[in-house]
């Protein structure tokens, strides 16, 4: 046994408003693996090379691939969150991501300059920024190219919102 093979992996685990669990762990070849378990079962697979803040990598996994790929993997699984308990306390309300690409009129917006709630009575709850998750944004932080929002509200308030952030209109 080499002295790096004796260097334990430690995970990160962060909570994700919204979205699920975050769970990052270091390889010992350099870069990270980053996963994403969301409530609906769904897993993100993020692969980062040493010293890339962006991953090389991304594979989308629903719940059924997952626990294929787990079981080829010889380990358990990490549960998601139950999403029968999301819905129930969520009740009428959604979770909506909105991404906000290049040249969207959100770029360098703020949510006190556009008042998103007040036109649209949907909120951004947080914002996922690099490897980030920033919860209840300040209503005075310009979003970026490339951010992803959180959007709280009924179906119709989320995409007033979402015509907001993307629409060139």
């Known amino acids: 046994m080499t002295n790096d093979d004796s260097i334990a992996l430690g ?9 699920g669990k975050k769970y990052v762990m270091p390889l010992r070849s350099g870069g990270n693996v980053a996963i994403v378990v969301k409530p609906d079962g769904e897993r993100q697979l993020f692969h980062f090379l040493r010293g890339d803040d962006r991953p090389c990598d991304v594979v989308k996994l629903d719940r059924d691939e997952a626990q294929q790929v787990a079981n080829l993997m010889g380990g358990a699984m990490v549960a998601g969150p139950d999403l029968e308990k999301l819905e129930l306390a969520l009740g009428g309300m959604e979770l909506e991501w909105v991404e906000l690409p290049a040249g969207a009129p959100g770029v360098g917006q703020t949510l006190e300059g556009m008042a998103l709630r007040r036109r649209t009575g949907a909120s951004v709850v947080a914002v996922i920024r690099d490897d980030d998750a920033i919860a209840n944004p300040n209503i005075d932080m310009p979003f970026e190219e490339d951010d992803t929002l959180l959007l709280v509200g009924t179906p119709a308030e989320c995409e007033a919102a979402r015509e907001i952030l993307l629409s060139r209109a």
């Open 11 to 19: 995970v990160r685990e962060v909570t994700l408003p919204g979205v």
